[in-house]
């Protein structure tokens, strides 16, 4: 995996569980679900990235 699409998923995971975070102290549980079942998916998708890449690069 490149240093730039590491970055990408690094951030963009770190800022979904941020939003989890903000949207339980603001008292909207439905949001922090969502928002939890979206990271949940954007995490995944990067180790699927990162497998794929690896898996093609040997």
């Given amino acids: 995996m490149t240093k730039g699409l590491g970055l990408f998923f ?3 995971g770190t ?3 941020a939003c989890i975070s903000f949207f339980m102290a603001t008292g909207k549980p439905w949001l922090a679900a ?3 079942l979206l990271s949940i998916l954007f995490i995944g998708a990067g180790f699927i990235v990162k497998a794929k890449l690896r898996k093609r690069n040997k």
């Fill in 15 to 17: 800022a979904l569980l």
């Fill in 10 to 12: 690094a951030f963009g």
């Fill in 34 to 36: 969502l928002f939890g």
